[in-house]
């Protein structure tokens, strides 16, 4: 397949031009990364984003290896001497892989079956008469090929003939493509519990009688039907009515007949000829197809998991950050202690310490606390949301109340992945002699201070802001995180003085090693005072430091211009625009009255044409700005520490932790966190959650349903909730579940779908 083929797939998915996607293929295999390309080469991609450039690049690479399968079928079948040119047109014209497979089945090398053995003994005469003849009875014309040998009696011949038919029919791409499109459409994915497994298998006991259309599975749904599967628990099958199976009455069936154009009476063959059909359907078809659909449901949700986890690792990332302030880190214990840890405004650790003020040594821990206060000027100070939390919490204030002058900030920060940071290699690099514990305290303290700069250090999947993201996909999960970790870095930008090897390592054209020569050097050589010095570094190249120069920052540096996202190649268009004011850069820098008095259009040139020189205002305007937004934090309501002090009614601050497709957990400080469910998330109809609210939001709500024994709570964001004014009308909440689905699906669900909170909150951290 050609590249401009490729870009008109590519460029009608998109809604753009063709040359757009045409030039984003020469770039990338120019050897160019997605974050510079979707940032310096505007003028050639014609402005296409980092979300645009990435679905470019998945779909490029699909198409590629559609093209290497093509033409190792079209190979496969020339040798075979089978390739017409009728047949060779519709291979070249497959957009999917499946629909490839399908034209390729009757050639495809396979064990001698039974219809092949059928035409070896002579019956495909037979098969073809039987087929198309008419007023014939089966079994005198089936007397006449019975050899004795290898037809050995009418049975045996009309069983081969049957063979031959059914192989031929479920060779026929557009028939397949009819019964799939039918089963995409109407087709249910009905669950049962395996006899026997009830109690083993309590978990998944809301699918243990349940139906719903497949193209309306949702992801969550899907994946905990697919576990239950796989854990022995649960039988599913796939079936055209919800109450009825495919054997009572198969739709299929009849569109096998009408695609055949065979009319059907009550006589000896057309009898003959309707079985032929049924076991196409039910030997050859039904399996195969409820393969490949189960398998297109898992991808789906698998996909859909995968888009979630991405999109909430994007919003946890890209949080606003507290600043560089020195921080003292706390990591909660009982037991084990509460372990401290004060970094300095440049994540530098000062001091680390193990305090029990839950044990019975409250005031030797409040001593050590504000003696670290005092001594370090600690400006914020953060506190995981584990174990032991809020009494943490509780102690903290406690102590800060009795200090004068200035006090530091409280802040309760997740600590997930924490302890995998801790017992990681690099962890261990960075500090050999701190016990694994404290390390915890550490990681605490700087993801306040830059939750990017800290996270980057951590596996993302072990972040834990995924649905069900043990079950898909691990290499697609892998790949899309590692995405989203490299767009977040590079529109942030790092600074190059002060950023660890796993922030670096993240920056366009970098990679492990390069990251760590430039922390090698740095300790050798002391801070970088220029851009151009990274040339120096040992094996990066010009084409890695034209990828990630543009994504460095040098603070107070020689050049002004090092410290924002202006790239080093397009400096010569700054010293343009400062000839042209008669200014010098630091009068220009920030000054937003003398920049709106220019016209970017009399900057531009054959290589930076007017979208770099915009970005280049825009930098001017607000040099090394960061998009993150203002940092905030929730403020926990004093008195509620654990589940027990929730009241239904009760209207708390919390922030959101996860995004899912069914609702929103928001940690509102007692250890546990509560559900909002999508039919609560808004007063209107929410199709989306993350349209609603994002990883990291302050949110309001209020407590619906508490739930001790089996620790779950209901919250809801809804307006007439939080005002305090009657909740919605059963009415109107039907006809919120009526715009989800079916009435008829309804009354399927009824059972499952009555507890929505309970399905949601038992499966969304599986």
Same mark, same amino acid.
């Given at each position: ?64 290896? @559609? ?12 040798? *075979?001497?089978?390739? !017409? ?7 070249? &014209? ?49 007397? $006449? ?8 009696? !009418? ?12 192989? *031929? ?14 089963? %995409? ?6 669950? $049962? ?63 096998? *007949? ?16 309707? %079985?032929?059909? #049924? ?33 909430? /690792?994007? =919003? ?10 020195? $921080? ?7 037991? !084990? ?23 019975? &040594? ?7 606390? =504000? ?71 550490? #990681?605490? =303290? ?5 939750? /990017? ?49 796993? /922030?670096?390592? %993240? ?92 016209? +970017?259009?009399?900057?531009?040139? #054959? *290589? ?24 905030? !934090? ?99 909440? =039907? ?9 008829? &699906?309804?009354? @399927? ?8 909170? +309970? ?8």
């Amino acid at each position: 397949m050609q590249n401009s083929t490729i870009s008109h797939i590519i460029a009608k998915e998109l809604a753009v031009n063709p040359q757009q996607i045409l030039a984003a293929i020469s770039l990338l295999e120019d050897g160019n990364t997605i974050p510079f390309i979707a940032r310096y080469r505007k003028e050639a991609t014609g402005g296409l984003d980092d979300t645009q450039l990435r679905y470019f690049e998945t779909r490029l690479n699909y198409l590629r290896e @559609l093209d290497d399968r093509r033409q190792t079928i079209l190979r496969s079948i020339e040798e *075979q001497g089978k390739l !017409t040119e009728e047949l060779a047109h519709k291979i070249q &014209q497959c957009e999917s892989k499946t629909e490839l497979e399908d034209l390729y089945l009757p050639y495809k090398p396979k064990r001698r079956t039974k219809g092949q053995i059928a035409i070896e003994n002579g019956l495909q005469p037979l098969a073809q008469q039987l087929w198309e003849g008419k007023d014939l009875d089966p079994e005198s014309l089936a007397s $006449t090929f019975v050899d004795g040998d290898k037809v050995a009696n !009418t049975k045996a011949a009309l069983d081969g003939a049957r063979y031959i038919l059914m192989e *031929q029919f479920a060779e026929d791409a557009a028939l397949i493509a009819k019964l799939r499109n039918f089963l %995409q459409k109407n087709a249910y994915i009905k669950a $049962t519990v395996i006899s026997g497994e009830e109690e083993r298998g309590a978990k998944f006991q809301d699918y243990f009688a349940y139906s719903e259309q497949w193209k309306h599975i949702p992801s969550h749904r899907a994946l905990a039907m697919l576990r239950g599967r796989n854990e022995g628990v649960l039988n599913l099958a796939m079936v055209t009515e919800p109450d009825e199976e495919m054997a009572t009455k198969s739709y299929c069936e009849d569109l096998i *007949q009408e695609h055949l154009g065979i009319t059907l009476t009550n006589n000896a063959l057309d009898k003959w000829r309707a %079985q032929v059909i #049924s076991w196409t359907w039910k030997i050859k078809l039904a399996l195969h197809l409820e393969t490949e659909l189960m398998a297109d449901l898992k991808d789906r949700a698998e996909s859909e998991a995968i888009d979630v986890f991405a999109t909430n /690792l994007k =919003a946890l990332l890209m949080a606003a950050p507290a600043g560089a302030k020195t $921080t003292i880190g706390l990591d909660p214990g009982i037991r !084990t202690g509460v372990k401290v840890a004060v970094v300095d405004n440049t994540g530098k650790v000062l001091a680390t310490d193990a305090i029990y003020p839950h044990t019975g &040594q409250e005031k030797q821990a409040m001593a050590t606390l =504000a003696s670290f206060i005092k001594k370090y000027h600690a400006e914020l100070i953060a506190i995981g949301n584990g174990t032991a939390s809020r009494e943490t919490e509780r102690f903290a204030k406690n102590v800060v109340s009795l200090l004068d002058g200035d006090k530091p900030q409280i802040v309760v920060v997740s600590e997930a992945g924490a302890s995998v940071y801790s017992a990681s290699e690099f962890a261990a690099n960075e500090f050999p002699d701190m016990d694994v514990a404290l390390r915890g305290a550490v #990681s605490i =303290a700087r993801r306040l201070q830059d939750p /990017l700069a800290e996270l980057v250090k951590i596996d993302p999947k072990a972040i834990g802001v995924g649905q069900y993201q043990h079950d898909v996909n691990q290499n697609q999960l892998a790949k899309k995180l590692d995405n989203v970790v490299e767009d977040c870095v590079n529109a942030v930008g790092v600074d190059l003085n002060t950023a660890s090897v796993p /922030l670096l390592s %993240q920056v366009a054209g970098m990679n492990k090693t390069l990251a760590q020569n430039i922390v090698t050097y740095r300790d050798e050589h002391g801070r970088f005072e220029t851009r151009n010095e990274l040339k120096k570094v040992p094996r990066l190249g010009p084409k890695a430091f034209e990828q990630c120069a543009g994504f460095m920052r040098i603070n107070g540096g020689k050049n002004p211009l090092d410290a924002s996202g202006v790239h080093p190649e397009a400096y010569p268009v700054v010293e343009k625009i400062l000839q042209d004011c008669k200014q010098s850069i630091l009068d220009i820098m920030g000054n937003i009255s003398i920049l709106e008095k220019l016209d +970017a259009k009399n900057f531009t040139d #054959s *290589q930076f044409g007017l979208p770099t020189v915009k970005d280049i205002f825009k930098e001017l305007e607000k040099p090394g700005r960061d998009p993150r937004g203002e940092f905030k !934090t929730a403020t926990f309501m004093d008195g509620v520490n654990e589940i027990s002090d929730l009241k239904e009614g009760m209207v708390l601050e919390g922030t959101v932790t996860n995004v899912t497709n069914f609702g929103a957990f928001v940690d509102i400080g007692v250890h546990q966190d509560g559900l909002v469910h999508i039919s609560a998330l808004a007063d209107s109809f929410v199709d989306d959650p993350h349209k609603v609210v994002k990883t990291g939001d302050i949110v309001k709500v209020t407590v619906t349903e508490v739930d001790i024994p089996r620790k779950r709570i209901a919250l809801s964001m809804r307006t007439q909730n939080i005002d305090g004014r009657k909740k919605e009308s059963s009415k109107t909440s =039907a006809r919120y579940e009526g715009s989800l689905r079916t009435r008829q &699906q309804q009354s @399927l669900q009824s059972s499952a779908m009555g507890n929505a909170f +309970a399905d949601a909150l038992k499966h969304w951290k599986k």
